[in-house]
């Protein structure tokens, strides 16, 4: 895993039980900004966040989650006291 990589997953916030269509958890990087806000306002695919993804028209593609903006949608992230621990974060940085 490389250093960005690894600095990135530790700085996301991942869903406790909510995932993408593709199988991948819902996330939101803490470091992200989209005007007006300060800090991030939606749920995205972790894969597309990673830059996991294939792009859509390549071979291997598939249909992910469209962006799911905070205002709109309650979905239990991994750091909730009720998520009791479930999360998920890929299970290479699931420790």
């Not at 998520?83 to 699931?94: K, L, Q, V």
Request: contains cysteine; hydrophobic residues 35%; aromatic residues 8%.
């Amino acid at each position: 895993m490389s250093i960005e990589r690894a600095a990135r997953l530790k700085r996301m916030t991942f869903a406790a039980t909510s995932r993408c269509s593709c199988g991948a958890g819902l996330a939101y990087d803490d470091t992200c900004t989209a005007a007006p806000f300060k800090g991030p306002s939606y749920w995205d695919c972790s894969a597309i966040l990673l830059g996991d993804a294939i792009p859509s028209g390549q071979p291997g593609a598939v249909t992910h989650t469209d962006r799911l903006p905070f205002a709109f949608w309650e979905i239990k992230s991994e750091h909730q006291p009720s998520a009791r621990g479930a999360t998920t974060r890929p299970a290479e940085e699931n420790n």
